[in-house]
């Protein structure tokens, strides 16, 4: 049913989407919109000035000029681009490598698809950045990475500089394989203690080859010392899985773990103190709001969903208040999709945590914008509404909390890449275009037989 | 004698079934003449303007003399070229269908235990075209038709897909056809599609780093070995690592087989990292997406002339109106635009099925814009210099080798015939199909017909496609299969020839007979083996 209705949904983007992405080449003014700003008090029919890709200025009554392009928002919505902690679009091929069991040295950088469809869905939802990374079969996995969605441009050009590089794991049923089930797929570990125990042993051999390494510089300088009496020796082998382990290992990576469950939640965290291991949030972790003193204490975020609960045996035992009362309790809580069709409509799901959990319209919106930006590591530039950050911007008819809210325009980089008036323009000529084409297309062959008669 | 000689085919097919067969009656008229002059004829270049009424002379295989106004050596037989245009002959800059390599039967027991070779995996760089190249008189008839008289070979399946070589379609001795051996190492990005590692494309890229770095890490410490083997542990030996070594260290040229504009960025990557000699074949036809990247990675691409959309593409995730149309209109100018951006380019017949759809396609390029001696370059002198033949092939000079399409009319537009194709200075006249004199067929076989020879009482299928008067098929007996085009139909009889290869041999049949319904009756004659009634039987559906 679902892929039906994206497919139905891609044959209507077609116009649209080549429509995207017009620059303001001047200073660009959005005026009188009511201004979700998530690190202030909203403003009511302000004005945000952008210039190049930057927002310079947010207040009232802001002064237009010659050079500046005025954008009359009408009394519209306007909120920091929403931003999806946990996603796995844009990635070409299987998004999980299921052939080992730690794939520290894949990268999906390696394998981004600019041209994957959902990049533009997500605009269409107000979504600006993304985290994308692989799947949840292996333990320590490979590498993620935070995208812009600048729609048209290259793989390159959408990677979001200065973003720290992310460590994809995960703990519980998908690296012990529950859910992986099938014949030929035996492979350890078979419980939770082992996949914990897996990591362990891999951190001990990724300690170990650093070791080899700093061996061999060792000897290598007391070779080139010796003026050619001691031969230089061989250097280690040079080995992408472990040199991956030792970047988790010296914090160079982010670590983003998938759990669902509190006690492997509390064991990780307590190895990862051990190692020395930046371990910044917890994928899904429902059971979160079980263990929020021990989530500040080592201040482990959580990238949750606002509903699925109870739809696999490891995530029982949560429930539609979780990321309401984690978030209450001071842990930091993002909202997240993993999912192409959920990514369009995060506001909804923000909404629920107001309307089951009880949380505040302001924190609700942080759990889309300045939150998964503190996660993600790129809350210098984006996840709210102040002078100096990217015009990353996300406009709706209502307030993006109201059920019936519709995104009307996403901003990357003081860029228009999505405007719904815009778009639906170009689809109805683009339908009236294809009408008159059928309808040239039957004229001749109608004469034709005319004249034959 | 009648009786002597059904006696001597009835031995003949039982050594053929035993595997013994010999062919001493297998000589061909090509051995006979070896100087031949073309005289009167305009040889068109790849480059510069073409020369009129020119002589071309052939000797031992080679082009001995070109040019205006050159003397007939007295020994030569003459072709009068007055009314035909000489090109050199073309080369398939990569292809797959000589190539028969052994049909994998996939061992279900490998899915439960999970314990999967290297082969499952893709990652065969000792698989050598060489070993498993099918060359025949008959495939190479196909391929004289639309002008090829050289190409190289590859496995094409996997990741580390194979070693290629090259081949000129001049002998169906594999040995003697050979130009060039373990030329280039393929590379795709293909996973295998079994839950083994690398399974994934990000796998496959993290896979090929490391074992480019592994080859290069072996090779040294080899190398350390061998030259002081006092106070050094010896590497383990690794046959992929040491067949791997020539390419990982750019020394020799890998082929990347590239599905889209993607593959092709992690290419040049790779190849950037690596510091690979390197050539990207652009099976997805997105070359030119990425005309900068390529142009400063100062990149060699093989076209290829299938024009389907790759489905990443934005037009696949569109729908099949919008795929269709980019198909017709949208990736067949590819090559046109590299070729205009200046980026070498020669032609692949990857993605098409025979010699017949790969000019098709080629001539599809040049209607959508590629001027047509940039398509003759791409299939002659810029294939030749991509891997190193140019100084033996791609032009018709004297000292190179004698591979010529003498042809009416252009070839690289629609309607034109090879009349001659020469294979290394053999002369092979490609007869009109329907010139035959004939009468209107009253009949049509097309369709599967079991076939029994009545003194060897041997079984085997024939599945012919009969147009109008012109027959071709294909042979499936216990030996293999077996095409063969250029039958002819007249009235209610059919005639066709075909080369088949039984125990090590290649064996001409020449096969007539008279149709009547659904069953057909006559004689195949083997050479000198003599001939063998037969019966044939057309299997219902």
């Known amino acids: 049913m679902k892929k039906y209705w994206i497919l139905s949904l891609a044959g209507l983007l077609i116009l649209g989407l080549s429509a995207t992405g017009y620059a303001a080449e001047k200073s660009l003014l959005l005026k009188n919109a009511n201004i979700i700003t998530a690190s202030g008090e909203n403003i009511a029919g302000g004005d945000i000035l952008i210039q190049g890709t930057k927002i310079v200025r947010v207040g009232k009554n802001l002064p237009a000029g010659l050079d500046i392009e005025v954008i009359d928002l009408a009394g519209r919505w306007v909120m920091p681009g929403i931003i999806d902690s946990h996603s796995h679009i844009a990635v070409e091929g299987d998004v999980n490598e299921m052939g080992d069991l730690m794939t520290s040295e894949v990268d999906v950088r390696d394998v981004i698809n600019p041209e994957d469809v959902n990049i533009y869905y997500a605009l269409t939802g107000g979504v600006t950045s993304i985290h994308t990374m692989h799947g949840s079969a292996n333990p320590i996995g490979g590498k993620g990475i935070v995208l812009k969605m600048r729609w048209g441009k290259s793989a390159q050009e959408m990677i979001f500089q200065g973003a720290p590089l992310t460590s994809k794991w995960a703990l519980g049923e998908n690296p012990k394989q529950t859910n992986f089930q099938g014949p030929g797929r035996a492979r350890y570990p078979k419980s939770r203690m082992g996949v914990e125990a897996a990591i362990r042993k891999e951190f001990e051999l990724a300690k170990d080859y650093a070791r080899q390494w700093k061996d061999y510089e060792k000897k290598l300088e007391v070779s080139q010392n010796s003026k050619g009496k001691i031969p230089a020796p061989l250097p280690p082998k040079k080995d992408n899985r472990l040199e991956g382990i030792a970047d988790i290992l010296n914090g160079k990576l982010w670590v983003r773990c998938h759990a669902y469950q509190s006690e492997e939640m509390l064991s990780i965290m307590r190895l990862c103190q051990e190692y020395g291991v930046k371990l910044v949030c917890f994928e899904h972790g429902l059971e979160g709001y079980r263990i929020t003193n021990e989530l500040v204490k080592y201040g482990v975020a959580i990238s949750t969903f606002a509903d699925s609960w109870a739809y696999k045996w490891e995530a029982y035992n949560t429930m539609p208040q979780a990321a309401a009362l984690a978030a209450k309790r001071g842990v930091l809580v993002a909202i997240n999709s993993d999912d192409p069709e959920r990514m369009r409509h995060l506001f909804n799901d923000a909404a629920k945590t107001v309307r089951f959990g009880g949380m505040s319209e302001a924190e609700a919106i942080k759990t889309l914008t300045i939150n998964p930006a503190k996660i993600m590591g790129i809350d210098r530039w984006v996840g709210t509404i102040e002078a100096g950050k990217d015009a990353d911007l996300a406009v709706f008819n209502r307030h993006p909390l109201d059920p019936y809210t519709v995104c009307m325009l996403t901003m990357v980089d003081g860029k228009v890449y999505f405007d719904r008036a815009r778009y639906l323009d170009d689809r109805k000529k683009g339908e009236e275009e294809k009408k008159k084409k059928e309808a040239e297309a039957k004229t001749p062959k109608e004469k034709k037989n005319g004249a034959e008669v | ?541």
């Not at chain 2, 004297?398 to 294979?423: Q, R, T």
Request: glycine fraction near 8%; hydrophobic fraction near 40%; aromatic fraction near 10%.
């Open chain 2, 1 to 541: 004698m009648k009786k002597a000689g059904r006696r001597l085919i009835v031995v003949f097919w039982a050594m053929v079934l035993s595997g013994l067969a010999f062919s001493t009656f297998l000589h061909s008229d090509e051995e006979l003449h070896k100087v031949w002059a073309v005289k009167d004829v305009k040889i068109v270049r790849p480059a510069g303007p073409a020369l009129e009424k020119a002589t071309i002379v052939i000797r031992d295989g080679l082009f001995e003399a070109v040019g205006v106004g050159l003397p007939v050596p007295p020994d030569a037989e003459v072709i009068d070229g007055s009314n035909l245009t000489a090109y050199p002959g073309l080369i398939d800059g990569l292809g797959q269908s000589l190539l028969k390599l052994p049909e994998e039967k996939f061992d279900m027991a490998k899915f439960y235990s999970g314990e999967y070779t290297d082969k499952d995996k893709g990652i065969t760089p000792d698989l050598r075209a060489y070993d498993y190249v099918n060359l025949t008189k008959s495939v190479f008839e196909k391929y004289y038709r639309y002008g090829f008289t050289a190409a190289q070979v590859m496995p094409d399946r996997g990741i580390l897909t194979g070693r290629s070589s090259i081949f000129c379609l001049s002998d169906p001795d594999r040995a003697k056809a050979l130009l060039l051996k373990d030329t280039c190492l393929g590379i795709g990005f293909n996973s295998p599609r079994v839950m083994v590692y690398p399974s994934s494309l990000m796998g496959i890229y993290a896979y090929l780093k490391q074992v480019f770095q592994d080859s290069a890490y072996f090779k040294m410490n080899e190398s350390r070995w061998l030259k002081d083997m006092t106070g050094i542990k010896r590497p383990a030996y690794n046959s992929h690592f040491e067949n791997l070594a020539d390419y990982a260290s750019g020394k020799k040229p890998v082929i990347f087989l590239c599905r889209n504009q993607h593959d092709i960025r992690r290419a040049l990557n790779l190849a950037a990292e690596f510091k690979l000699n390197f050539v990207i074949c652009d099976l997805g036809n997105e070359a030119s997406a990425v005309i900068p990247e390529l142009k400063k990675a100062k990149a060699r691409v093989l076209c290829t002339v299938g024009f389907k959309a790759p489905v990443t593409s934005l037009y696949s995730q569109r729908g099949k109106a919008e795929r269709e149309k980019a198909e017709k209109e949208v990736y067949p100018k590819n090559p046109a635009k590299l070729a205009e951006a200046g980026i070498p380019v020669a032609f692949s017949s990857l993605g098409t099925d025979d010699p017949k759809s790969f000019m098709e396609g080629i001539l599809k390029a040049v209607e959508a814009g590629l001027p047509s001696d940039k398509a003759l370059a791409a299939l002659s002198v810029n294939p030749a210099a991509f891997f190193g033949l140019d100084k033996a092939l791609g032009t018709i000079e004297p000292g190179k080798i004698a591979n010529l399409i003498l042809a009416e009319g252009d070839i690289l537009v629609k309607e034109a015939k090879v009349k001659y194709a020469f294979a290394e200075g053999k002369k092979f006249e490609l007869k009109e199909v329907k010139a035959k004199e004939g009468e209107k067929p009253t009949v049509n076989v097309t369709g599967k017909w079991e076939f029994t020879l009545a003194q060897a009482g041997f079984k085997f299928t024939i599945d012919f496609t009969q147009e109008e008067a012109a027959l071709s098929g294909k042979m499936i007996s216990p030996f293999g299969a077996f095409d063969f085009t250029g039958g002819v139909v007249s009235a209610s009889d059919i005639s066709f020839e075909m080369t088949i290869s039984a125990g090590g041999q290649e064996i001409d049949l020449y096969f007539s007979a008279t149709v009547e319904g659904d069953t057909m009756r006559g004689t195949v004659v083997q050479g000198t083996a003599g001939s063998d009634e037969f019966t044939a039987k057309r299997i219902p559906g």
